[in-house]
């Protein structure tokens, strides 16, 4: 008696029209990966990369701004960073923005 029309429409045939709705969001999944997430990986990759080379000598620049040379490396993930005359700082690596000059491996 009170039944819609709603009710009474039949269900639309085959999985196409239901693929068709996700494709759009399968498509932005897509871009925003290739665009997005991958350069990230990589950056992140590189920078690793960068923090496990670090040895004594290299100059380098922290996130703070500050320009120093590695006096020492450390174990557990820290430096000495000589940024003047006898004044060392202790640093993280990760802090480690951007390697200025290498030093070259001394030849065993």
Known sequence: MFATPAFAQAAAPGGAAAFGQFLPLILIFVIMYFFLIRPQQKKMKEHRAMVDALRRGDQVVTQGGIVG???KV???GMLDVEIAEGVKVKVLRNTIVQV???TEPAAA
Do not use: P, R, T
């Open 69 to 71: 040379k590695v006096a």
């Open 74 to 76: 450390h174990e557990d």
């Open 100 to 102: 200025l000059s290498k």
